[in-house]
């Protein structure tokens, strides 16, 4: 049987999501009543994907569950465990020899392919007791009591290392429920102490263990005014761990997810931009799905988690032009340092009760190329593309797809050697509630205004040696690692700036490749 999995990373805590929970959800056969409304599609991938996902802020984990289960259950109508299904869940039969069941039987209950780890107890109590608590049991949760402090120092070196050998096993226990394991996924947050700390070393865990596998990962960035004072440090820190030790990393800004919500919200209010969206019933809503009652962050947690619901779209569901997971990185990286990405969304208000009139085809394109759609601010239009990739999901023709790119292509600056560098993929299952939606991946030098801006307050800080006597005075943590990390940071900008010179030389390229 093919089954897939997935996983999350938070600020403040860390969820390897893994096959050890039981579902029973309103809407789901098996588990439900007879009315089912799971998965009627299904087709045949012979790669599957482990994702590690996390509570990022407040509850990315949940909001990605919940609306997971609610696409799924949107698609399946026949109850059918389905390849689509397996991606996220086991079928758990415990009347059977080993549990799982195999794909194209009825569910039975399903499983969420999860570990959870957080430092703290609050996040996975309230897991535990919500409406998604039968999605896991005790044994995938790992936790401490006191957290990491907003240290990445705690987080990276003192639970890291006491944790390492339970997680590692939880890791190799879902992987051996897959086939063909194809990728990782890791969702956490930068400013905090275990997102960053604890988050960057569950990633190197996966290097050493899986060498062979892909590892994405989405990164929330604090913004200027985050009320972690230490939180410049404890990203720069983690970057240098992404840099080194990651295939992909998708960096979404906190302050992004802010006024796109603040945007949405405002339309609810106001009615304009001939939008009809109806008050309360944005991206903050759950209606439709299992959580029914509202959390303060469930419209930013919604965003992030429809980004890893779109990229994984054409490995879990069948189309006419399906993009294998780890394709994102074997076309839109071509240097290894350099393989942060830039992400944005359309429409942004997928999986919502939202009265408002579909996007044209064209009007999609454009907007997936404009800083409102995007969850980093940033600009790549003044700034170089090294690749790019379309991930379309709905009723799109691959003749509408290659007209927008050429009718796009003179607006979008591309570096001279990689003029064709699009990938595209089109799956025919739209997102629930719409006809069609775009997700566009960009490698691109903007980046780099990000991570400027990121050192520049790092430096504050460190040019004062303000609050170093709380990171060395953990084990492991040396003065050392954060000169090392700053000049990781320096050298990640240059290699950008570099290559917007006009006059780029090869042998630089060669050196970062080495």
Not at 40 to 68: H, I, M
Not at 100 to 123: H, P, Y
Not at 323 to 336: H, T
Not at 433 to 450: D, F, G, I, P
Request: proline letters at 5%; a negative charge.
């Amino acid at each position: 049987m093919l089954e897939r999995g997935i996983t999350c990373l938070v600020r403040g805590a860390v969820a390897l999501v893994l096959p050890e929970a039981v579902i029973c959800c309103p809407g789901f056969p098996g588990c439900f009543p007879e009315k089912s409304s799971l998965g009627a599609e299904s087709w045949s991938s012979s790669n599957t994907s482990l994702s590690l996902v996390g509570q990022c802020g407040n509850q990315v984990g949940c909001r990605f569950w919940d609306l997971a289960l609610r696409e799924h259950a949107h698609v399946n109508q026949t109850g059918v465990y389905d390849e689509a299904l397996s991606s996220f869940f086991r079928n758990v039969d415990q009347r059977r020899e080993g549990g799982a069941d195999s794909t194209g039987g009825r569910i039975t209950s399903l499983k969420a392919r999860a570990v959870l780890v957080d430092m703290e107890e609050g996040v996975l109590g309230e897991i535990l007791q919500g409406p998604l608590r039968s999605l896991f049991n005790s044994t995938q949760l790992i936790s401490d009591v006191s957290g990491s402090g907003n240290n990445w120092a705690v987080g990276h070196h003192t639970y890291g290392l006491t944790y390492r050998e339970q997680i590692v096993d939880q890791v190799r226990k879902a992987a051996e429920h897959c086939d063909c394991l194809q990728c990782f996924f890791l969702i956490h947050s930068m400013g905090g102490g275990t997102g960053s700390g604890l988050g960057t070393f569950v990633l190197k865990l996966l290097e050493e263990e899986f060498p062979e596998v892909c590892r994405i990962v989405t990164s929330v960035y604090p913004t200027a005014e985050d009320d972690v004072i230490t939180s410049p440090y404890n990203s720069v820190l983690a970057m240098k761990e992404l840099t080194e030790h990651a295939d992909c990393v998708l960096p979404v800004d906190n302050q992004s997810l802010v006024d796109i919500v603040g945007k949405i919200q405002h339309m609810s209010n106001t009615g304009k931009l001939g939008c009809t969206i109806k008050k309360d019933c944005t991206i903050i809503s759950g209606q439709g799905g299992v959580v029914k009652l509202e959390k303060p962050f469930d419209a930013m947690n919604n965003i992030v988690a429809n980004l890893l619901l779109n990229i994984t779209s054409s490995a879990r569901f069948e189309g006419s032009l399906n993009m294998d997971l780890n394709e994102i990185a074997m076309n839109l990286v071509p240097f290894p340092r350099l393989h942060y990405l830039v992400s944005s969304l359309t429409p942004l208000y997928t999986l919502a009760d939202i009265n408002i009139p579909p996007r044209r085809l064209d009007q999609m394109f454009s907007d997936a190329f404009s800083k409102e759609h995007q969850l980093i601010r940033a600009d790549p239009k003044h700034n170089l593309y090294l690749a790019c990739a379309l991930m379309l999901r709905g009723n799109v023709q691959l003749s509408d797809l290659r007209r927008n790119i050429e009718r796009l292509k003179p607006t979008l600056p591309f570096i001279p050697w990689n003029q064709e560098g699009w990938k595209t993929s089109l799956c025919s299952v739209p997102p629930v509630c719409h006809s069609h939606s775009l997700l566009a991946l960009a490698n691109n030098t903007c980046v780099k205004s990000t991570f400027f801006e990121l050192r520049e307050r790092f430096v504050k800080l460190y040019r004062r040696k303000a609050h170093l006597h709380h990171y060395l005075a953990v084990d492991g943590m040396e003065l050392a690692g954060f000169n090392e990390a700053l000049s990781s940071i320096s050298d990640l900008i240059e290699d950008y700036t570099h290559l917007e010179s006009p006059l780029m030389p090869n042998a630089p390229r060669l050196a970062i490749a080495t």
